[in-house]
């Protein structure tokens, strides 16, 4: 489920980092300002301990194929939203850097997707209040189920979007989703069958980690509310600029491009459409344009897609290709003897 | 069963080549940082069709790779296994996208196949340059350097705590996944039950481990920050470094390289 860069456009990109390391700023100023000194270390080790468990697999009875714990709503009951949401962000991070899971720009819309989801929104606004203060076991039960399932829907959901708005991919969004969403019902179930299995043990073995770990959090509605509002905030005012950028930027690129090669691209053709289009752009402010390859933009370039140039194209590919990693090879030759 | 051996094993190979000492892991955390994620952009940047642009930018990994002694069979092997993940979503545009772009003789090439092979090629140069900071870099130097950029401190911890540990507990899983192994047999035992006692004792003994990192802190008068010899110098190398490169990335994306680099050739032929 993890975000990929390849799949990302800039405006997207930004916009999440943009939003995550607000989150992540909020949730560490909370974490500060609760001066539990013991939670440092907990924190830390529940995060290797999410990444161990995270490889060990087990056998989803009567289909064959194995499954293996998602956790960020594990992490959220343990340490509660803020600490758990920084927990989450550091093993996505050390994913993304050792294991390229993702990448460097699609880091912030993984830890929206896999942390945000599960500590901000799933486990304030729908588990703890199905559990209530003081759950019982089949509440316990049915709060954790219905909890991992909305998670598992709301994160390949915002991976749907963000790709869709990024428009790298050539997936329409209806396609994408009856991909995405299906697949994620079943991973949702075995989660939170998992995830049920897990605290049910450590309650039986030591009630006061799962018992403390509620207590200790009077989530009031007015600061969770705060989060939302400047979290939002923030996504819609850096959406805005980053989308202004993307939107003019492009067109001046094709013409930088235009004038350099001396090709004539005919920019926007099709005034009308193109006109409508970055109209209905400005009100979205939310898409950056690379989406609508068939107006304006795109139909100059492909106007001036003579034979020649493309041609040249493929041979200049493969001759700066090629110059790169023979220079690559030459330095490296040249080092041992230098 | 050796797999999580194996990622282990991955894991602690890329961190090992961090603590090469070559000029480019010598030079400041930031000025790598802030040249990466230049990168990254510039790469993102690239419109979809815009496959010939994206080619110049691996100049900067086959240099950083090059300069800086990274085994590159190793780094090709980890890419390749990100790879598959990056063509099953590309795999769709060349079905949905038909609409010719390029013209190779009389061959037409759709705009979905143009596409495909961007989204394959931004892959490849976003993951070799996460990978190439890591390895030149460092984690906790990368740690570091967020943290001198205004990364919330605690969250610095956060990260510094987890790399910490993360030996430690991927070591213990691997132990308690290979017992189960050796005691499982035709695939009975390998199911929920076992596994939901398995990982629960791993995460009280991790809790309890926890509680002897604490008092440990206690004891040690940890007050919340860690506190290493690291000096950061942000010298005229590390100006030149991000400023070079920061150029050739903006002219890179700007200047189409790889086509007056063609038209040039055809021209002379």
Known sequence: ?338 | MCSIDGTLLDFKNLDRLAAGDTGIHRLDPRAKVVVTLVFVVCVVSCGKYELAALLPFFLFPVFMVTLADIPALYLAKKIAVIIPFAVMVGMFNPLLDRQAVLHVGALGISGGWVSFASIVVRAILTVSSALVLVAVTGFPAICAALERMGMPQPFAVQLLFLYRYIFVLTEEGAQVSRARELRTFGGRGRGIRVYGSMIGHLLLRTWMRAERIHMAMLARGFSGAFHTRRQFCFGTRETAFVLGWSLFFITARLVPVAHLLGSLVTGIL
């Not at chain 1, 909020?26 to 830390?44: I, N, Q, T, W």
């Not at chain 1, 996505?92 to 997707?113: E, S």
């Not at chain 1, 929104?121 to 209040?129: F, G, K």
């Open chain 1, 1 to 338: 489920m993890h975000m990929a860069d390849a799949l990302l456009s800039p405006a997207v990109g930004g916009t999440m980092w943009a939003v995550s390391a607000g989150a992540i700023a909020y949730s560490s100023a909370k974490v500060r300002k609760e001066l539990d000194d013991r939670k440092v270390p907990l924190m830390g080790v529940l995060g290797a301990f999410l990444f161990a468990a995270q490889m060990i697999n087990f056998t989803i009875p009567a289909t064959g194929s194995s499954g293996h714990l998602g956790g960020g709503l594990l992490l959220a009951m343990l340490l509660g939203p803020y600490a758990a949401f920084l927990t989450i962000s550091s093993v996505l991070m050390v994913q993304a850097l050792f294991f390229a899971d993702g990448g460097l720009l699609a880091l912030g819309c993984n830890i929206f997707n896999m942390g945000f989801i599960p500590a901000f929104l799933v486990y304030p606004l729908i588990y703890t209040r199905v559990a209530g203060s003081a759950p019982g076991r089949k509440r316990l039960v049915a709060a954790t189920m219905i909890s991992a399932i909305i998670g598992l829907q709301l994160g390949p959901l915002c991976v749907v979007l963000e790709t869709v708005f990024s428009g790298i991919s050539a997936l329409p969004f209806s396609t994408f989703a009856l991909l995405m969403q299906p697949i994620h019902l079943a991973i949702g179930v075995v989660e939170g069958v998992v995830t049920v299995v897990i605290v049910t043990f450590v309650h039986a073995a030591r009630p006061e980690i799962i018992r403390g770990a509620m207590g200790a959090r009077p989530l009031g509605r007015r600061p969770f509310r705060a989060v939302l509002v400047s979290v939002f905030a923030v996504a819609i005012l850096t959406g805005g600029v980053l989308s202004g950028f993307a939107s003019k930027n492009p067109d001046g690129l094709e013409w930088a491009i235009a004038k350099v090669t001396g090709a004539e691209a005919l920019q926007g053709t099709e005034q009308g459409l193109h006109a409508a289009m970055t109209a209905l752009q400005k009100k979205t402010a939310f898409l950056p344009d690379y989406g609508f390859k068939k107006d304006g933009n795109r139909g100059g370039r492909n106007a001036t897609d003579s034979l020649g140039t493309s041609l040249s194209g493929v041979v200049g590919g493969v001759l700066t290709l090629a110059i790169v990693f023979l220079s690559g090879f030459l330095l490296k030759r040249r080092r041992p003897t230098a």
